[in-house]
Protein backbone atom coordinates (compact mmCIF):
# COMPACT_ATOMS: atom_id res chain seq x y z
CA UNK A 1 0.00 0.00 0.00
CA UNK A 2 1.78 3.79 -0.64
CA UNK A 3 2.45 5.67 1.95
CA UNK A 4 0.07 8.79 2.42
CA UNK A 5 1.32 11.89 2.13
CA UNK A 6 0.56 15.14 4.53
CA UNK A 7 -2.59 16.00 2.88
CA UNK A 8 -3.58 19.28 1.65
CA UNK A 9 -6.18 21.35 4.14
CA UNK A 10 -9.92 22.19 2.59
CA UNK A 11 -9.65 25.79 0.68
CA UNK A 12 -10.73 27.65 4.15
CA UNK A 13 -7.88 26.17 6.33
CA UNK A 14 -10.04 23.40 7.41
CA UNK A 15 -8.51 20.23 8.51
CA UNK A 16 -8.10 17.42 5.92
CA UNK A 17 -11.21 15.96 5.22
CA UNK A 18 -11.21 12.05 3.97
CA UNK A 19 -11.13 13.28 0.05
CA UNK A 20 -7.75 14.90 1.22
CA UNK A 21 -6.35 11.68 2.71
CA UNK A 22 -7.49 10.26 -0.35
CA UNK A 23 -5.79 11.83 -2.87
CA UNK A 24 -2.89 12.17 -0.22
CA UNK A 25 -2.43 8.83 -1.03
CA UNK A 26 -2.26 9.51 -4.73
CA UNK A 27 1.37 8.09 -6.41
CA UNK A 28 2.95 10.64 -8.81
CA UNK A 29 3.47 10.12 -12.53
CA UNK A 30 7.24 9.00 -12.78
CA UNK A 31 9.34 11.17 -15.82
CA UNK A 32 11.51 8.73 -17.65
CA UNK A 33 15.36 8.57 -16.97
CA UNK A 34 16.33 10.61 -19.85
CA UNK A 35 14.20 13.71 -19.31
CA UNK A 36 16.62 15.43 -16.64
CA UNK A 37 19.38 14.53 -18.83
CA UNK A 38 18.06 15.87 -21.74
CA UNK A 39 16.93 19.23 -20.17
CA UNK A 40 20.68 19.44 -18.66
CA UNK A 41 22.08 19.16 -22.39
CA UNK A 42 19.93 21.52 -23.71
CA UNK A 43 20.49 24.24 -21.03
CA UNK A 44 23.24 24.19 -18.54
CA UNK A 45 25.76 22.59 -20.62
CA UNK A 46 25.22 24.70 -23.70
CA UNK A 47 27.30 28.03 -22.25
CA UNK A 48 26.28 30.78 -23.51
CA UNK A 49 29.61 31.65 -25.63
CA UNK A 50 29.06 28.60 -27.49
CA UNK A 51 25.62 29.56 -28.42
CA UNK A 52 27.26 32.78 -29.60
CA UNK A 53 29.72 30.99 -31.57
CA UNK A 54 27.06 28.76 -32.91
CA UNK A 55 24.97 31.83 -34.18
CA UNK A 56 28.07 33.40 -35.76
CA UNK A 57 29.16 29.90 -37.61
CA UNK A 58 25.35 29.38 -39.27
CA UNK A 59 25.19 33.46 -40.16
CA UNK A 60 28.07 32.77 -41.99
CA UNK A 61 27.17 29.43 -43.26
CA UNK A 62 24.15 31.32 -44.56
CA UNK A 63 26.00 33.93 -45.98
CA UNK A 64 28.19 31.44 -47.58
CA UNK A 65 24.87 29.38 -49.29
CA UNK A 66 23.66 33.03 -50.74
CA UNK A 67 26.82 33.29 -52.23
CA UNK A 68 27.63 29.76 -53.65
CA UNK A 69 24.13 29.86 -55.05
CA UNK A 70 24.59 33.50 -57.05
CA UNK A 71 27.84 31.82 -58.26
CA UNK A 72 26.42 28.73 -59.77
CA UNK A 73 23.71 30.97 -61.68
CA UNK A 74 26.40 33.52 -62.76
CA UNK A 75 29.09 30.43 -63.40
CA UNK A 76 26.19 28.78 -65.26
CA UNK A 77 24.66 31.73 -67.49
CA UNK A 78 28.69 32.24 -68.20
CA UNK A 79 28.82 28.82 -69.57
CA UNK A 80 25.61 29.20 -71.58
CA UNK A 81 27.34 32.11 -73.15
CA UNK A 82 30.64 30.44 -73.65
CA UNK A 83 28.83 27.37 -75.23
CA UNK A 84 26.98 29.89 -77.75
CA UNK A 85 30.55 32.08 -78.81
CA UNK A 86 33.13 29.12 -78.98
CA UNK A 87 29.96 27.17 -81.32
CA UNK A 88 29.94 24.31 -79.19
CA UNK A 89 26.50 24.44 -78.89
CA UNK A 90 25.82 24.36 -82.33
CA UNK A 91 28.11 21.48 -82.15
CA UNK A 92 26.38 19.92 -79.93
CA UNK A 93 22.83 20.40 -81.18
CA UNK A 94 23.73 19.16 -84.60
CA UNK A 95 25.46 15.90 -82.97
CA UNK A 96 22.08 15.36 -80.88
CA UNK A 97 20.29 15.63 -84.31
CA UNK A 98 22.54 13.54 -86.04
CA UNK A 99 24.16 10.94 -83.88
CA UNK A 100 24.87 8.55 -86.95
CA UNK A 101 27.38 11.00 -87.76
CA UNK A 102 29.67 11.34 -84.29
CA UNK A 103 29.17 7.35 -84.45
CA UNK A 104 31.02 7.03 -87.23
CA UNK A 105 33.46 8.78 -86.86
CA UNK A 106 33.48 9.48 -82.54
CA UNK A 107 37.29 10.04 -82.37
CA UNK A 108 36.81 13.34 -84.87
CA UNK A 109 33.78 14.24 -83.19
CA UNK A 110 35.31 13.57 -79.35
CA UNK A 111 38.55 16.03 -80.77
CA UNK A 112 36.17 18.59 -82.22
CA UNK A 113 34.51 18.38 -78.67
CA UNK A 114 37.26 18.70 -76.48
CA UNK A 115 39.05 21.68 -78.67
CA UNK A 116 35.87 23.85 -78.90
CA UNK A 117 34.41 23.27 -75.00
CA UNK A 118 34.61 25.91 -73.17
CA UNK A 119 36.24 24.38 -69.73
CA UNK A 120 37.48 26.98 -67.45
CA UNK A 121 33.00 28.17 -67.34
CA UNK A 122 32.64 24.28 -67.07
CA UNK A 123 35.19 23.91 -64.24
CA UNK A 124 33.68 27.15 -62.50
CA UNK A 125 30.25 25.89 -62.76
CA UNK A 126 31.46 22.51 -61.08
CA UNK A 127 33.45 23.88 -58.48
CA UNK A 128 30.53 26.60 -57.74
CA UNK A 129 28.07 23.40 -57.60
CA UNK A 130 30.04 21.62 -55.36
CA UNK A 131 30.29 24.87 -52.94
CA UNK A 132 27.05 25.27 -52.88
CA UNK A 133 26.07 21.66 -51.91
CA UNK A 134 28.31 21.52 -49.02
CA UNK A 135 27.04 24.64 -47.08
CA UNK A 136 23.06 23.54 -48.14
CA UNK A 137 24.17 19.77 -46.55
CA UNK A 138 26.27 21.55 -44.07
CA UNK A 139 23.25 23.94 -42.86
CA UNK A 140 20.67 21.04 -42.80
CA UNK A 141 22.85 19.25 -40.63
CA UNK A 142 23.37 22.08 -38.64
CA UNK A 143 19.49 22.13 -37.76
CA UNK A 144 18.32 22.28 -34.29
CA UNK A 145 17.49 18.80 -32.96
CA UNK A 146 14.36 17.31 -32.98
CA UNK A 147 13.58 15.92 -29.34
CA UNK A 148 14.92 12.64 -29.48
CA UNK A 149 13.20 10.21 -26.75
CA UNK A 150 13.77 7.22 -28.71
CA UNK A 151 17.41 5.56 -28.05
CA UNK A 152 18.78 8.87 -26.12
CA UNK A 153 20.83 7.93 -23.74
CA UNK A 154 21.67 10.12 -20.87
CA UNK A 155 24.87 8.98 -19.95
CA UNK A 156 26.42 10.29 -23.24
CA UNK A 157 24.57 13.34 -22.70
CA UNK A 158 25.94 14.71 -19.67
CA UNK A 159 28.30 13.85 -17.15
CA UNK A 160 26.89 15.51 -14.35
CA UNK A 161 24.45 12.73 -13.64
CA UNK A 162 24.90 12.72 -9.79
CA UNK B 1 31.40 22.49 -18.91
CA UNK B 2 29.16 21.33 -15.61
CA UNK B 3 32.29 18.82 -14.53
CA UNK B 4 34.73 21.67 -14.77
CA UNK B 5 32.68 24.15 -12.67
CA UNK B 6 32.75 20.48 -9.91
CA UNK B 7 36.24 20.65 -10.16
CA UNK B 8 36.89 23.98 -9.54
CA UNK B 9 34.65 24.11 -6.49
CA UNK B 10 36.38 21.30 -5.26
CA UNK B 11 34.60 19.52 -2.36
CA UNK B 12 33.85 22.22 -0.26
CA UNK B 13 31.18 22.97 -2.16
CA UNK B 14 27.64 24.52 -0.24
CA UNK B 15 24.80 21.74 -0.56
CA UNK B 16 22.77 23.30 -3.29
CA UNK B 17 19.88 20.84 -2.50
CA UNK B 18 18.64 22.80 0.71
CA UNK B 19 19.03 25.90 -0.79
CA UNK B 20 15.65 27.82 -1.67
CA UNK B 21 14.46 28.54 -4.68
CA UNK B 22 15.09 32.26 -4.38
CA UNK B 23 18.99 31.51 -3.77
CA UNK B 24 18.87 28.97 -6.68
CA UNK B 25 17.57 31.54 -8.94
CA UNK B 26 19.96 34.79 -7.87
CA UNK B 27 23.52 31.83 -7.90
CA UNK B 28 21.81 30.38 -11.51
CA UNK B 29 21.91 34.32 -12.48
CA UNK B 30 25.24 34.47 -11.76
CA UNK B 31 26.20 31.72 -13.49
CA UNK B 32 26.45 28.90 -11.36
CA UNK B 33 25.23 25.96 -13.32
CA UNK B 34 24.77 23.61 -10.12
CA UNK B 35 22.11 26.07 -9.06
CA UNK B 36 19.86 25.93 -12.53
CA UNK B 37 20.88 21.64 -12.31
CA UNK B 38 19.57 21.76 -8.64
CA UNK B 39 16.10 23.62 -10.15
CA UNK B 40 15.92 20.82 -12.77
CA UNK B 41 16.26 18.33 -10.53
CA UNK B 42 13.62 19.42 -7.79
CA UNK B 43 11.15 20.17 -10.37
CA UNK B 44 11.00 17.82 -13.35
CA UNK B 45 8.73 15.15 -11.21
CA UNK B 46 6.03 17.71 -10.23
CA UNK B 47 5.93 19.41 -13.44
CA UNK B 48 5.60 16.50 -15.46
CA UNK B 49 3.15 15.06 -13.25
CA UNK B 50 1.38 17.91 -13.64
CA UNK B 51 1.36 18.00 -17.34
CA UNK B 52 0.28 14.24 -17.36
CA UNK B 53 -2.35 15.00 -15.28
CA UNK B 54 -3.59 17.37 -17.83
CA UNK B 55 -2.44 16.25 -20.95
CA UNK B 56 -2.67 12.54 -20.49
CA UNK B 57 0.00 11.18 -22.27
CA UNK B 58 3.95 10.48 -20.64
CA UNK B 59 5.81 12.28 -24.72
CA UNK B 60 4.02 15.46 -23.99
CA UNK B 61 4.52 16.18 -20.45
CA UNK B 62 7.99 15.15 -21.16
CA UNK B 63 8.25 18.06 -23.95
CA UNK B 64 6.17 20.47 -21.53
CA UNK B 65 8.93 19.95 -18.85
CA UNK B 66 11.64 20.60 -20.64
CA UNK B 67 10.32 23.32 -22.56
CA UNK B 68 9.63 24.82 -19.16
CA UNK B 69 13.32 24.78 -18.02
CA UNK B 70 14.57 25.90 -21.51
CA UNK B 71 12.39 29.06 -21.05
CA UNK B 72 13.33 29.54 -17.75
CA UNK B 73 17.15 28.98 -18.65
CA UNK B 74 16.37 31.49 -21.19
CA UNK B 75 14.59 33.81 -19.53
CA UNK B 76 17.29 33.71 -16.57
CA UNK B 77 18.73 36.96 -17.55
CA UNK B 78 15.48 38.87 -17.78
CA UNK B 79 13.89 37.44 -14.26
CA UNK B 80 13.78 39.47 -11.15
CA UNK B 81 14.97 37.86 -8.37
CA UNK B 82 12.33 37.85 -6.26
CA UNK B 83 10.45 36.05 -8.39
CA UNK B 84 8.18 33.21 -6.81
CA UNK B 85 9.68 30.25 -9.39
CA UNK B 86 7.34 27.20 -8.45
CA UNK B 87 4.09 29.45 -9.54
CA UNK B 88 5.82 31.18 -12.61
CA UNK B 89 7.48 27.05 -13.73
CA UNK B 90 3.34 26.10 -13.35
CA UNK B 91 2.59 28.97 -15.46
CA UNK B 92 4.85 27.90 -18.52
CA UNK B 93 3.95 24.73 -17.84
CA UNK B 94 0.03 25.32 -17.96
CA UNK B 95 0.84 27.65 -20.84
CA UNK B 96 1.97 25.12 -23.11
CA UNK B 97 0.04 22.14 -22.22
CA UNK B 98 -2.67 24.55 -23.26
CA UNK B 99 -0.65 25.04 -26.56
CA UNK B 100 -0.37 21.33 -26.96
CA UNK B 101 -4.07 21.04 -26.39
CA UNK B 102 -4.79 23.37 -29.04
CA UNK B 103 -1.96 21.84 -31.68
CA UNK B 104 -4.55 18.39 -30.97
CA UNK B 105 -7.70 20.79 -31.80
CA UNK B 106 -9.43 18.72 -29.57
CA UNK B 107 -10.49 19.48 -26.06
CA UNK B 108 -10.89 17.20 -23.12
CA UNK B 109 -14.64 16.42 -22.75
CA UNK B 110 -16.44 18.17 -20.05
CA UNK B 111 -18.62 16.74 -17.44
CA UNK B 112 -22.60 17.39 -17.69
CA UNK B 113 -22.40 18.98 -14.03
CA UNK B 114 -20.61 22.19 -14.40
CA UNK B 115 -23.35 24.61 -13.91
CA UNK B 116 -22.04 26.16 -10.53
CA UNK B 117 -25.51 26.50 -8.96
CA UNK B 118 -26.10 22.81 -9.62
CA UNK B 119 -22.88 22.16 -8.23
CA UNK B 120 -23.16 24.19 -5.00
CA UNK B 121 -26.26 22.12 -4.25
CA UNK B 122 -25.12 19.14 -5.10
CA UNK B 123 -22.11 20.11 -2.72
CA UNK B 124 -24.53 19.92 -0.07
CA UNK B 125 -25.58 16.18 -0.88
CA UNK B 126 -22.09 15.20 -1.00
CA UNK B 127 -20.57 16.55 1.93
CA UNK B 128 -23.25 14.56 3.18
CA UNK B 129 -22.58 11.26 2.23
CA UNK B 130 -20.69 7.76 3.42
CA UNK B 131 -17.33 8.20 4.06
CA UNK B 132 -14.55 7.47 0.73
CA UNK B 133 -12.21 5.59 3.39
CA UNK B 134 -13.41 2.57 2.14
CA UNK B 135 -12.09 3.49 -1.18
CA UNK B 136 -8.24 3.47 0.42
CA UNK B 137 -7.84 -0.01 0.49
CA UNK B 138 -8.69 -0.70 -2.60
CA UNK B 139 -5.91 -2.43 -5.20
CA UNK B 140 -6.97 -0.33 -8.15
CA UNK B 141 -7.02 3.16 -5.83
CA UNK B 142 -4.25 4.97 -8.28
CA UNK B 143 -6.28 4.06 -11.14
CA UNK B 144 -9.83 5.16 -9.41
CA UNK B 145 -8.28 8.51 -8.46
CA UNK B 146 -6.36 9.18 -11.83
CA UNK B 147 -9.62 8.74 -13.52
CA UNK B 148 -11.68 10.82 -11.34
CA UNK B 149 -9.04 13.51 -11.94
CA UNK B 150 -9.10 12.68 -15.18
CA UNK B 151 -12.85 12.92 -15.52
CA UNK B 152 -13.06 16.70 -14.00
CA UNK B 153 -13.22 19.89 -16.42
CA UNK B 154 -10.55 21.31 -17.49
CA UNK B 155 -10.27 24.29 -15.28
CA UNK B 156 -11.36 22.25 -12.46
CA UNK B 157 -8.74 19.34 -13.39
CA UNK B 158 -5.82 22.20 -12.92
CA UNK B 159 -6.44 23.65 -9.71
CA UNK B 160 -7.12 19.89 -8.24
CA UNK B 161 -3.92 18.98 -9.82
CA UNK B 162 -1.73 22.00 -8.78
CA UNK B 163 -3.13 21.29 -5.28
CA UNK B 164 -2.74 17.64 -4.81
CA UNK B 165 0.05 17.04 -7.23
CA UNK B 166 1.53 20.20 -7.00
CA UNK B 167 0.89 21.02 -3.26
CA UNK B 168 0.60 24.62 -4.04
CA UNK B 169 -1.06 27.31 -1.68
CA UNK B 170 -4.05 28.74 -2.89
CA UNK B 171 -1.81 32.04 -3.30
CA UNK B 172 0.47 29.73 -5.60
CA UNK B 173 -2.69 28.51 -7.56
CA UNK B 174 -3.75 31.85 -8.13
CA UNK B 175 -0.68 33.19 -9.47
CA UNK B 176 -0.25 30.08 -11.49
CA UNK B 177 -3.79 30.67 -13.44
CA UNK B 178 -4.22 34.49 -13.29
CA UNK B 179 -7.03 34.43 -11.27
CA UNK B 180 -8.12 35.90 -7.94
CA UNK B 181 -7.53 33.23 -4.72
CA UNK B 182 -10.87 32.84 -3.78
CA UNK B 183 -11.54 31.92 -7.02
CA UNK B 184 -8.86 29.57 -6.38
CA UNK B 185 -10.97 28.18 -3.26
CA UNK B 186 -14.16 28.43 -4.78
CA UNK B 187 -13.24 26.36 -8.10
CA UNK B 188 -10.76 23.63 -5.62
CA UNK B 189 -14.27 23.33 -3.52
CA UNK B 190 -16.62 22.92 -7.11
CA UNK B 191 -13.99 20.32 -8.03
CA UNK B 192 -13.98 18.64 -4.99
CA UNK B 193 -17.70 17.82 -5.22
CA UNK B 194 -17.22 16.54 -8.61
CA UNK B 195 -14.36 13.91 -7.12
CA UNK B 196 -16.82 13.24 -4.10
CA UNK B 197 -19.63 12.77 -6.52
CA UNK B 198 -17.45 10.82 -8.90
CA UNK B 199 -16.14 7.98 -6.01
CA UNK B 200 -18.81 7.83 -4.27
CA UNK B 201 -20.12 5.49 -7.78
CA UNK B 202 -16.92 3.83 -6.67
CA UNK B 203 -18.16 3.46 -3.06
CA UNK B 204 -21.54 1.90 -3.88
CA UNK B 205 -20.50 -0.73 -6.10
CA UNK B 206 -18.38 -2.19 -3.70
CA UNK B 207 -21.19 -2.03 -0.77
Not at chain 1, 48 to 70: D, F, K
Request: glycine share 6%.
Amino acid sequence: MTDERIPMNGADGTPPDDLDHLFARLESPTPPAYLIPQILARTVETSPAAVAVRARVRIALWVAYGVTLSLVLLCAVMLGQALHATGTLDYLTFAWHDFDLARQSPGLFWNAFMEHMPWLHLVALVAALVAWLVTTVTLLRGRAPSPPPTGFHPQTATGAVR
Amino acid sequence: MLGGWRRRRGGAAPDLSTATDEALLVLAQGGNTAAFETLVRRYTQPLYAFATRILGSADDAADVAQHTFIQCYNALPRLRSDTALRPWFYRVARNRCLDLIRQRRTLPADLPRENEEELDALAMIADGGPSLESLAERHDLQRLLAEAIAGLPPKYREVVVLRYEGDLTFGEIAETLGIPENSAKTLFQRAKTMLRLALREWVREEV
